[in-house]
Every structure is written in structure tokens, then in C-alpha cells.
């Protein structure tokens, strides 16, 4: 997909905003939410149909709006979770109905402490006790609240009551019960979408850092997720920022096969300034590589996202 002008970007991150918007209010107010089970199965369609426009410019989208500020982050992460569960099932073959129930089990993990998710982002200190006995209880809590909405998918619930315990079986990832294997797959994203958000007690990590993370997890199955993740998205996902080698920061915005070399749109000079003209870059050619990644918060400068993004669908 080739984003042509400005309201091109604006109709696409309007639609995901909606998107995210929906899913905070049914995430929210459960109780008064009526079909919650056909709400959830529209949000996953609609997922759905905007990965299949452009999953880079999805991607783009995606972490940019999880990345730039706390406000309304337990929707955002969901939905970000939900996104990265679905690349995940599709690299790993996992069967339709074992997909679909993982990825309604991310959208809706969260949904006994979506407020209380939203109230910690912008709060600077750690979980009070209170606080904390709700984050023990809501994966139980969670199931039963999505029980007394009408969902009958016994996969779905249980990776939703299982999504926080830890697995450490000698059996590969393939070889767990599948709900044990889509929960601890569910666990590893929440993980890294986690790393990479901002709080207000703490700026998130790049991530590369955070994927690396994942990759030289304690337990082999994180190992194998983690892989996955990286080779879906790369080190550096579109949406993310990076210093090349010569000092200039660039953005990335579509993958390439190398998870480390990524196509990215340069936006900064080696001095700092801020370009004009965004000058497409392929960081596989000598010299030009990726030196780090970078966190969102260390770009001030506003960015011209639909130049980025119509330079990105361009040929380097």
C-alpha cells in the first residue's frame, strides 16, 4: 500500500485509533456491554482487515501510537498484543481455531484490571497492596468475567487464566497442551509490548532490547517465542526509531528478510537537525547499517509520518 497524501495517514491511524477507542470501551465496561462475545469477534475482524492492507504500515501505525504517550494504554496494548499474536500464529502454523482463540485472549486478558492498567501507567510509584491483589486475581477474574459474558471457548478462557503462569516443562513449545502453548506465547508478547510502552515511572525500552530480552529468556519456550516475534517484526519494527552507523536517525518502515536491516526513511542529519526532505535508506549497503535502536522519546522533533510512510512504499 503507497500512502499517497496526508489524509491517506490520517483515514488509516484514524481507523486503528477507532479501533483501539472500541476496544477501551468494551474492555472497560464489560458489564454494561451488550454481545460482548460479537464485539470482540468484529474488533479481531477488523484487525484482520487492516494487516492484510499493509502489515508494515499496520505495524507503523501500531507502534507509534503504543510508544508515544501512557494515555489509554490498556487498550493500546491489547491491541498491539493482539497484532503481534496474530503474525506469531501465522509464522508458527498454528491451527485457525487455536489462532482465533489466542488472539481474542489478548484482546481481552486484561479485562478485570483495565482501569486499574490505565490509572498505574501514569502512576509513579510502585503497585500499593490493594493494587497488587488485584493484579494477582486478574487472570481468574479475567476468565470469569468473560464466562459471565457468554463466551463459551474453553481455549480462549484458559489462556486468558493461564496467560500469567510461568511453564518450565523440559517440552518444546510444540509439544505443550495447546493451551498451555498459547498461553505462554500470549505471556512473551505481553511481555515485550509491556517493555516497549511508556510510564510515567519509567520510559520504555527499544525494542531491540526488549526482543533480545526475550531471546536470551531464562526458559527455552521464551527462546522460541521470541524468535518467532523477532523474525515477524525484526529487531526494529516499522514505527521505531534507530541511529545509523554515520549518526544520522532514520525510522523504520518495512521489514526486510534480515530482521536486523530493516528499510528505513532518515528524518534526522548526524548534527541533529531535522530533515525537510526524509530521504529513503536500505541499511543492508556497506557502512550504512543500524548502530542502535532508539526509544521514541529521544526524537523529539515532530516527525512528518505521511512523507515517512509514502517514501517507504518507494523503491531506495
Known amino acids: 500500500m503507497i500512502v499517497k497524501n496526508e489524509g491517506e495517514y490520517e483515514d488509516l491511524l484514524g481507523l486503528w485509533s477507532d479501533l483501539e477507542s472500541g476496544l477501551a470501551v468494551v474492555l472497560t465496561h464489560p458489564d454494561s456491554v451488550q ?25 507503523y501505525l501500531l507502534f507509534q501510537l503504543a510508544t508515544k504517550s501512557p494515555v489509554g494504554y490498556s487498550a493500546s496494548h491489547a491491541l498491539v498484543c493482539a497484532v503481534l499474536c ?33 490509572e498505574m501507567a501514569t502512576q509513579r510509584g510502585r503497585p500499593t497492596r490493594e493494587q497488587q491483589i488485584t493484579i494477582n486475581e486478574h487472570p481468574t477474574k479475567g476468565a470469569q468475567i468473560l464466562e459471565s459474558k457468554g463466551i463459551s471457548d474453553t481455549l480462549w478462557l484458559e489462556v486468558v487464566r493461564q496467560h500469567h503462569q510461568e511453564d518450565n516443562s523440559a517440552q518444546t513449545l510444540s509439544q505443550l497442551p495447546p493451551q498451555r ?55 526494529c519494527p516499522p514505527g521505531t526509531f534507530v541511529q545509523l552507523e554515520d549518526g544520522r536517525v532514520a525510522i523504520v518502515t518495512r521489514r526486510t ?53 509514502q517514501l517507504g512504499s518507494t523503491e531506495p
Open 181 to 235: 502453548r498459547l498461553a505462554h506465547i500470549l505471556q512473551v508478547v505481553d511481555r515485550y509490548a509491556a517493555m516497549i510502552s511508556p510510564r510515567e515511572s519509567r520510559e520504555g525500552q527499544s525494542a531491540a532490547d526488549s526482543a533480545r530480552n526475550l531471546i536470551q529468556g531464562a526458559s527455552e519456550h521464551s527462546g522460541a517465542v521470541g524468535q518467532a516475534l523477532v523474525q515477524m517484526v525484526g529487531f
Open 86 to 118: 496474530d503474525l506469531i500464529a501465522a509464522h508458527l502454523a498454528l491451527p485457525r481455531a487455536q489462532r482465533d482463540s489466542l488472539v481474542r485472549a489478548a484482546l481481552t486478558m486484561n479485562v478485570a484490571m483495565t482501569v486499574l492498567q490505565d
Open 35 to 59: 454481545e460482548f462475545a460479537q464485539r470482540i469477534h468484529q474488533y479481531d475482524r477488523w484487525l484482520q482487515d487492516l494487516l492484510q492492507q499493509d502489515t508494515d504500515v499496520s505495524l
Open 257 to 309: 528478510p534480515q530482521a536486523n536491516q530493516p528499510d528505513v526513511v532518515v528524518v534526522i542529519d548526524a548534527q541533529g537537525r531535522l530533515l525537510r526532505t526524509p530521504v529513503r535508506h536500505a541499511t543492508s549497503g556497506p557502512g550504512a547499517g543500524i548502530a542502535s535502536a532508539l526509544l521514541a522519546s529521544a526524537v523529539r522533533e515532530r516527525i512528518n509520518h505521511h512523507l515517512v510512510l
